[in-house]
Structure formats: structure tokens, C-alpha cells
């Protein structure tokens, strides 16, 4: 049985003007180039507002950050290692967080979400649980915990927060936006908050 090669005709309307780069008109494209340009400009402005916290003190965005590695580097020396924590798009970025630093920088690292434990402890214990269980059996006071959570207010995100302090877990660095009074934004060490109640912006 022969198989017919998959070509761009077996796609519906392929050759849409929108669709096809050779069917675009200069306005469609200046129309295009200025959205990127304005959207650009936002996260710049927002990153710009981004507000760092380190001790309870204001600190430079920057220099937050550098701590925020510096603890990584340590715990990392001391056979330790950094765990992140989120839901969502804000998961995605703990998976990408932790092999950037795992492959590029040999921090160890991980992020909590496996689908069978999240699936497992949610049934068992509740959805509100599935970090804080895995807090339990896996994280070591010594350890390093990164919270992202873009409303700051997700319940199994402060729960895990919670837990690996009640642990006795002092390094935790949270990462949240919208509203400024969330509560994740009080519960670290280190905690940056970004001023805008666009998802996509502060994630």
C-alpha cells in the first residue's frame, strides 16, 4: 500500500491571501510589524515597572536576580538543588526553567509537575495539594523552591510555599503579577512582582 507524500494542498484554503506571505499586501504586513513593535514595547515597560523584594527591602531588578543565581550556584554546591512550582503557561516556564539550568548552567533542578503525580495526588489529597505533597517527599530544607503563579493567589501554589517552610526551607523566590496585594508576593525571600493584569504579559 503506497502513501501519498503529505504536501501543503492537503491543507483547506492553503493558498489564503493571510495564510501565504506572497499574497500579503504592504499593509497587512505594515499592520503586522506594528502590532510586534507595540506588544514589544509593552513587555519592555512592564519589565521595566517589574518590582523586586529581598528581605522585606526594595532591590533592583538586576541585582534581585543575581541573588536569586547566587543562591541557586550555592545550594547547588552543597549537593542541593532549586525546585519550581506552577500551573499552566507558569508550568511550562518551571519545565523550560529547569533544563535551561540543568543542561546550560549544571544546577540541578526540577519542576514538580509530572502528569501521573499531579494526577495521582489531585485525586488522592486534592488539587490543592499536588506541590505540597511532592514538597514533602522530595525537597530537603536546604533546597531552593521557585513559586510562579501569575495571579499570586493559586492555592497549591502557597500551599507548597507554606510547606517547605514549615520545613524549615528558607530559599523560596516567588515570581506573581496582578493584583499588588496577592499573597504569594509576601511569602519569600525573594518575591518579584509585575505591575499589569495581562496573563500573557506577566507570565
Not at 24 to 39: C, D, G, H, K, W
Not at 62 to 90: P, Q, T, W
Not at 120 to 132: P, T, W
Amino acid at each position: 500500500m503506497s502513501v501519498r507524500p503529505w504536501s501543503p494542498e492537503h491543507l483547506p484554503e492553503h493558498n489564503h491571501p493571510k495564510l501565504c506571505l506572497k499574497g500579503a499586501t504592504p499593509e497587512m504586513i505594515l499592520n503586522e510589524v506594528s502590532y510586534i513593535r507595540q506588544y514589544a514595547a509593552k513587555i519592555c515597560q512592564v519589565v521595566q515597572s517589574t518590582k523586586a523584594v529581598v528581605d522585606g527591602q526594595p532591590k533592583h531588578l538586576r541585582l534581585a536576580l543575581d541573588e536569586v543565581l547566587s543562591a541557586f550556584r550555592f545550594a547547588h554546591g552543597l549537593g542541593h538543588k532549586v525546585i519550581l512550582v506552577g500551573n499552566g503557561g507558569s508550568s511550562a516556564i518551571c519545565s523550560h526553567i529547569a533544563i535551561d539550568l540543568c543542561k546550560n548552567t549544571g544546577i540541578r533542578a526540577i519542576s514538580l509537575n509530572d502528569f501521573p503525580s499531579l494526577t495521582c495526588l489531585s485525586n488522592d489529597y486534592g488539587y490543592d495539594q499536588v506541590f505540597a505533597k511532592q514538597i514533602e517527599y522530595h525537597a530537603k530544607p536546604e533546597d531552593v523552591l521557585v513559586c510562579i503563579s501569575t495571579g499570586g493567589k493559586s492555592p497549591n501554589i502557597l500551599n507548597a510555599a507554606q510547606t517547605f517552610k514549615d520545613m524549615g526551607g528558607t530559599q523560596v523566590f516567588t515570581f506573581s503579577g496582578m493584583k499588588p496585594d496577592n499573597t504569594l508576593r509576601t511569602m519569600g525571600k525573594i518575591n518579584f512582582y509585575t505591575p499589569s493584569n495581562d496573563y500573557g504579559i506577566v507570565e
